[in-house]
DNA sequence: TATGAATGAGGTTTCATTCAT
DNA sequence: CATGAATGAAACCTCATTCAT
């Protein structure tokens, strides 16, 4: 959509010598993902970007037709990684609660192993073109749909809960998710896997039926 | 400490006639606490608050060392509310468990009362100078610890399971208590008394002890 | 003229009760003296004199039109007080030689002593207004003649060589008076004094006539 | 350094033809240098001199980091002209006594070659950031203590008597030099090079050994 | 495919001064 | 005499983007 590519892969092959490593517009997104994550979309400059990736602006705006593409990109990347996970785990075998549990941890896995996606796309939304964000969270409510979908099968089953709306459940669960980059960090005593553990236990017990509730 | 008055209140006495509503600088805290919740903070010019609270450029400078200052004043008044509420509802009698449905249930609704703030605190921390972002953060620590504290109290009574460390149930509460300014919208179906029962049920319900897992 | 007393004596008394040291307009005088020696004209806010002098910035337009005005009386501050110096000295008794001499290193004591005015008004005479400029240069000119008299007075005694204009001697041996601001540190090994006799002495020396020269 | 050129010459080749007289930086310098010393540099704002210059605000900025980085580079041009003439007739061949002499005048002919230069060298300085009037004054340092190897050099040698210090010789006499900015005019009397005479002439006068003084 | 000079609108902030009290 | 809120013009600087080469 916004890189200019030439074959049809998404991503050029790496052929210029320049770049031993990596084609020039995955530098620049591997660069600006960091640089947003660092300083915010706004206080990042087209310069600064460039420079980041040792490459010129003319080569930039050939490859991207603005700063906001750059944004864009990057929710693009975010949005198609995080559904195709969860359409993946939710397609597979078990029981529902099972295949809830394994979409809720893994969530939070592929979070944190993307901890500057998740930066940006939880503080970026609104500088992104109206258009753009009217797509974005259009995206963002078929995977909130899909997730929702699951639970609802739970309730019904009755191995979930319906004392609170499948709504709500959602919500309360990925508010808790995007805002792991508000404080993970890397040094800390557990790994992501057990993080991704501890928030789909919690996740789970919310939904446990039949609590004798006080 | 930012707002320069000249008497003791923290907001100068309404005194001329101009503003028979509000003194400029609680209207200028208004305009631009609405602005930055719509637009975000940096691409919200001086010029668009001061015209939106029908006050000179020079006024606002008067009364505000600079735009920082505002986003500043913000946070302080944010974070002086909510601490006050949690300690409030922490020193009541009752039951732990009580107290830690009515704070949580509490936070909600002060959230979605003041929802532009919380669109600003979760959102902005990073355009604040890094001294500052600092306190903010230390202050916003000492208000999950007083939280955590009620946790562990639950926990060591055995009216909360340990299962999940204090530290990441309060971690995950407030991560979907900061996103509610996301998706909640006033013409949505439930009312702010309601999301805060069911946010604090599933938190409670996640918190139950002894559940026959799985 | 510029500072409005109320009484002849170009100083108000001391009488308010807040200064018990010194009166209003002669703290003001006295800090912006400090200050634009320090930073310069330009870079001294009307606030930071008023601070420094513990003063409201009413207080200080009550006694000064502007604060070009406070530049403006430093300047007269300055010329007249070098211009009674050398008068007292020009019409003592005594040889020519020994009056240029006196004269010689007494200006650079009394340049040293008000070190301060020395850097203002070899550095600011542009920030008065152009006709202000006009009477500092005209003030000056009146010191340089009175100077240059007293040279052109030991040439046509024949006690000074005319092998170079008065006029150029006298432009000549300001300029190095006039910088001494760039140089002079208090710290320095040698005394006001010793400078004054040393200047004093490269003068008359190159006055001495009938050198064999070369 | 300031001058963002990327050629190695320091300033890029004409080569647009829009400016066929001279290159956008050169014609920056020469106009700033002119307001500067006509206005001070703190009276002269960056509208004035794009506006004198002929070229738009973002191609100054593209050229100089800021403002004070064409006043740096004014400084630099300075201070690496007289050095390299300094240093050129020190290493002459000849008696000491002709080589003071001959710099003694070439620098005020110099001087007066570039009064402008002047006018911003001796009354600037302050408006430098500190860590480059550190810079400024060390290089303007090694010119004086090149100078005053020079006098020292005839005092060992017996031409230049020593009774005063070649310290205060040196501050003495680059005193005056300085200041020719402050009354020479170009439509005077005297040529430059006449000036230069008498400065040098007084100069080494005042060096002649063994008056029987007074 | 790539360069980098140039644009020009808009950003935040400073500050001498006035004036009602 | 003194206050301090308010003014409004002007200051320096940034930056995404374009375009001739």
Redesign the interface.
Known sequence: MAVRTHGGTGMPAVTSAESAESSVPRRLLAVATRLFAE??F??TSVQEIVAAADVTKGAMYHYFDSKDDLLTEIYARVLRLQMSRLTEIARQEGPV?ERVERAAADVVVSTIDNLDDATIS??S???LRPEKQREVRDERRRYHELFRSLVVEGQNQGVF?D???AD??V??????????S??YHPDGA?SPRE?GA??A???L????PA?A??
Chains 1, 2, 3, 4 share one sequence.
């Open positions: 300083k915010g706004d206080r609660a939880f503080r939304l609104h500088q809960t004392r609170v709306p709500i459940v919500d309360f669960y990925f508010g808790s998710v995007h805002h792991l508000t404080w557990l993080i501890y928030y236990r919690l996740l017990d919310a939904l446990r609590p509730h006080r």
